[in-house]
């Protein structure tokens, strides 16, 4: 009977005692705070919040994600891969340290990243696809580049620095006015060319755009 | 000649360790890797006489590496001592208790000690017959690991399912008639999973600091308090009469040797399973073999979970070249050590070449270690200051955990032993726990 009471009273003293662990975890938790705070904070455990503006994958699958807010970036290292996209508002939680002379924060795993909101209506950037073409493949996407080759039935966008090239497919009948170097944002279906052995954007279906980005 | 010198010196005192953290149920390997690699820099300096002799920096740190993988494997080994002779299991060989123990109460604790040294002895040459294949089957050109993880929700649903709908202990507070002591029982299996889990979900959001600077890990307070001291508190308060021990070397006859391959086959495959899926431990492991298995004979029971043990701390540094992924504490400090790429093409690469040397060497040393100290214990186990024994662990495992995790540590660990004594008190398993792990790995994948 002593064996008893002592089982029961056990199991309400642990109910008890995780409700207050449950508080004490409420006070304890890492501080959201601002990216230019962040120096005040090494070898601490933050939060974090901004735009990603960067994100790329190692050859150790660890990803490094750079987000802005209020002007101000960091690079986030995280150990394993994450769904994060660029243009997503995320939050991170991990430990603020200095990596080759930059602050940056450490991440245990994609647990403690938090897609706060995904990017709405953004034209990923060439560089992005590139990283992961796979998870964008036979979907509508918008992405963005410099205009290069233009044929009769195809023209090739390009990043920047010239380093990564996408042919885009487009229907002759559209009315598509556009010119070596111009900066535009292509909204067609990624797919993979087994012909040619190469991804490709084919504007082909009602709702499939090239927009010329003006001031470019 | 001299780095295999040095790897077999390392490896020597790695088992010697292994057999520290074994005997002192509650000091895990873990804990010596994390200590170990806080100390790297200084250990580093402090070998800096062995450039001199065309040793770099690499190789020291392989060294280290060396030392936490032979304390990892010869721990599996001699934590079998403690399960049975004092009753007082980490949370590997928590499942042991009840063969080992109950061989123990019919004077033949030895016998058990040595039937599970057989059992991971078994393991490492199983493991070390198989890993070859297995990494074509795991990486590439198969890639069972990448199948397995976009099946990995429903595997650890199945798992935490078999491992409650599994539980055999049957609780008569409510009722001793009928099939309600039995639906009690995994009732309350599902009580400890689902109490065990909202405190894994609670922990993974507090924030810990070591007072001293040191690398803080939230897991250790809540696994040393989950697993660690509820066995040690339950040794202090049952005081068991034990007969004198019988001192002769098991005999097998051929139907129990046959048995005891399927054993060690079915265990090492289980602890093969445990290296590759996350948030499952020996123990689940453990009650998959048995499963599996079907055998009820504690002899058997015991050469199983022993073959599961050391199956999965031998399999978690050959997963770490094919996943890149650390599945222990001890793979984790290995993998912070020295750089691990994948393992690619058809030769081994070279730093796995010397884990694998410390893998069979220290196996080897650690099963005539267990043999031998099993024998010390059997014939001198009633001249142990068992209890003070007891207590000094309690006490060292609490200042570990303040010297790692601060005062917010200690509560942890606190709440931890609570939700660890759960269990005990109420007879229900205590892999049930583990909920602290699979729980959360389970909300984050859905």
């Given at each position: 009977?002593k064996?008893?009471?002592l089982?029961?009273y056990?199991?309400?003293?642990?109910?008890?005692?995780?409700?207050l662990?449950?508080?004490?975890?409420k006070?304890s938790q890492?501080?959201l705070?601002?990216i230019?705070?962040?120096?005040?904070y090494?070898g601490?455990?933050v939060?974090?919040?901004?735009?990603?503006t960067?994100?790329?994958?190692?050859?150790y699958?660890?990803?490094?994600?750079?987000?802005?807010?209020?002007?101000?970036?960091?690079?986030?290292?995280?150990q394993?891969k994450t769904?994060?996209?660029?243009?997503?508002k995320?939050?991170?939680k991990?430990?603020v340290?200095?990596y080759?002379?930059?602050?940056?924060?450490?991440v245990?795993?994609?647990?403690?990243?938090k897609i706060?909101?995904?990017?709405?209506?953004?034209?990923?950037?060439l560089?992005?696809?590139?990283?992961?073409p796979s998870?964008?493949?036979?979907?509508?996407?918008?992405?963005?580049g410099?205009?290069?080759?233009?044929?009769?039935?195809?023209f090739c966008?390009?990043d920047?620095?010239?380093?990564?090239?996408l042919?885009?497919?487009y229907?002759?009948?559209?009315?598509?006015?556009i010119?070596?170097?111009?900066?535009?944002?292509?909204?067609?279906r990624?797919?993979?060319?087994?012909?040619n052995f190469?991804?490709?954007?084919?504007?082909n279906?009602e709702?499939?755009?090239?927009n010329?980005l003006?001031?470019? | 000649?001299l780095?295999?010198?040095?790897i077999?010196?390392?490896?020597t005192?790695g088992?010697?360790?292994?057999?520290?953290?074994?005997?002192?149920?509650?000091?895990h390997?873990?804990?010596?890797?994390?200590?170990?690699?806080?100390?790297?820099?200084?250990?580093?300096?402090?070998?800096s006489?062995?450039?001199?002799?065309g040793?770099?920096?690499?190789?020291?740190?392989?060294?280290m590496?060396?030392y936490?993988?032979?304390?990892?494997?010869?721990?599996?080994?001699?934590?079998?001592?403690?399960?049975?002779?004092?009753?007082?299991?980490?949370?590997?060989?928590?499942?042991s208790?009840?063969?080992?123990?109950s061989?123990?109460?019919?004077?033949?604790?030895?016998?058990?000690?040595?039937?599970?040294?057989?059992?991971?002895?078994?393991?490492?040459l199983?493991?070390f017959?198989?890993?070859?294949p297995l990494?074509?089957?795991?990486?590439?050109?198969?890639f069972?690991?990448d199948t397995l993880?976009?099946?990995?929700l429903?595997?650890?649903?199945?798992?935490?399912i078999l491992?409650?709908?599994?539980?055999?202990?049957?609780i008569n507070?409510?009722?001793?008639?009928?099939?309600?002591?039995?639906?009690?029982?995994?009732?309350?299996?599902?009580?400890?999973?689902?109490?065990?889990?909202f405190?894994g979900?609670?922990?993974?959001?507090?924030?810990?600091y070591?007072?001293?600077g040191?690398n803080?890990?939230?897991l250790?307070?809540?696994?040393?308090?989950?697993?660690?001291t509820?066995?040690?508190?339950?040794?202090?308060?049952?005081?068991?009469?034990?007969?004198?021990q019988?001192?002769?070397?098991?005999?097998l006859?051929?139907?129990a040797?046959?048995?005891?391959?399927?054993s060690?086959?079915t265990g090492?495959?289980?602890?093969?399973?445990?290296?590759?899926?996350?948030?499952?431990t020996?123990?689940i492991?453990t009650?998959?073999?048995?499963i599996?298995?079907?055998e009820?004979d504690?002899?058997?029971?015991?050469?199983?979970l022993?073959?599961?043990n050391?199956?999965?701390?031998?399999f978690v540094?050959i997963?770490?070249?094919?996943?890149?992924?650390?599945?222990?504490?001890?793979?984790?400090a290995v993998?912070?050590?020295?750089?691990?790429?994948?393992?690619?093409?058809?030769?081994?690469?070279e730093?796995?070449?010397?884990?694998?040397?410390?893998?069979?060497?220290?196996?080897f040393f650690s099963?005539?270690l267990?043999?031998?100290?099993?024998?010390?214990f059997?014939?001198?186990?009633?001249?142990?200051?068992?209890?003070?024994?007891i207590?000094?662990?309690?006490?060292?495992?609490?200042?570990?955990?303040?010297?790692?995790t601060?005062?917010?540590?200690?509560?942890v660990?606190?709440?931890?032993t609570?939700?660890?004594?759960?269990p005990?008190?109420?007879?229900?398993?205590?892999?049930?726990c583990m909920?602290?792990?699979?729980?959360?790995i389970?909300?984050?994948?859905i």
């Open positions: 009977m064996k008893m009471k089982k029961h056990l199991m309400i003293i642990t109910i008890i005692s995780i409700i662990l449950y508080f004490l975890s006070l890492a501080p705070i601002n230019y705070e962040i120096q005040n090494n601490k455990q939060i974090v919040e901004g735009i990603v960067d994100n790329k994958l190692t050859k699958d660890n990803q490094i994600i750079t987000i802005e807010n209020n002007n101000t970036k960091i690079s986030i290292f995280c394993e769904e994060v996209d660029f243009g997503d995320i939050q991170a991990g430990e340290q200095k080759k002379g930059d602050w940056e924060l450490f245990d795993g994609p647990s403690n990243i706060i909101e995904k990017g709405k209506n953004i034209s990923f950037p560089w992005q696809i590139a990283q992961n998870k964008y493949i036979n979907q509508n996407i918008s992405v963005t410099f205009v290069e080759s233009i044929s009769n039935s195809y966008i390009v920047f620095e010239k380093k990564i090239f042919p885009v497919i229907d002759l009948g559209k009315n598509i006015t010119y070596p170097g111009q900066k535009v944002i292509i909204f067609g990624f797919s993979f060319d087994e012909k190469r991804y490709k954007i084919e504007i279906k709702g499939h755009y090239i010329p003006e001031g470019e | 000649m780095p295999f010198l040095l077999l010196i390392f490896c005192l088992v010697l360790t292994g057999v520290i953290t074994g005997l002192l149920p509650g000091l390997v873990n804990n010596i890797a994390l200590i170990l690699l806080s100390l790297s820099g200084t250990i580093i300096s402090s070998l006489f062995l450039f001199d002799f040793i770099n920096i690499e190789f020291i740190l392989i060294l590496c060396v936490i993988i032979s304390t990892a494997i010869c721990h599996t080994f001699i934590g079998i001592i403690p399960s049975t002779f004092l009753g007082a299991p980490d949370e590997d060989k928590a499942l208790v009840l063969p080992a123990h061989l123990l109460l019919e004077g033949k604790g030895y016998e058990a000690v040595s039937l599970s040294a057989v059992g991971s002895y078994g393991a490492i199983f493991c017959a198989l890993f070859y990494r074509f089957i795991i990486g590439d050109p198969l069972f690991y993880k976009e099946i990995l429903f595997v650890l649903l199945a798992v935490s491992m409650i709908a599994t539980e055999k202990s049957k507070d409510f009722g001793r008639t009928g099939i309600i002591p039995s639906i009690m029982g995994i009732l309350f299996a599902a009580i400890v999973f689902f109490i065990s889990g405190f979900i609670i922990i993974f959001n507090v924030t810990v070591s007072p001293i040191l803080s890990s939230i250790f307070p809540a696994l040393a308090g989950l697993f660690g509820p066995t040690l508190l339950m040794s202090l308060m049952t005081k068991p009469k034990i007969p004198d019988i001192i002769d070397e098991p005999v006859n051929k139907k040797k046959i048995s005891s391959f399927y060690v086959a090492s495959l289980s602890g093969i399973f445990v290296a590759i899926i996350p948030g499952i020996s123990s492991g009650i998959l073999s048995l599996a298995r079907g009820s504690k002899r058997q029971t015991i050469i199983t022993s073959a599961v050391t199956a999965c701390a031998f540094f997963i770490m070249f094919i996943i890149l992924k650390g599945r222990s504490g001890a793979a984790l993998m912070d050590l020295v750089s691990v790429s994948v393992w690619k093409s058809l030769f081994l690469p730093s796995l070449v010397y884990f694998l040397i410390a893998i069979l060497f220290s196996g099963f005539f267990t043999i031998r100290i099993g024998r010390l059997a014939r001198n186990f009633r001249r142990i200051p068992y209890f003070l024994l207590k000094l662990t309690i006490f060292l495992i609490c200042f570990l955990v303040f010297v790692f601060g005062v917010v540590g200690l509560v660990f606190f709440v931890g609570l939700v660890g004594l759960l005990i008190l109420w007879g229900v398993r205590r892999s049930h909920g602290v792990l699979i729980v959360p389970i909300l984050y994948f």
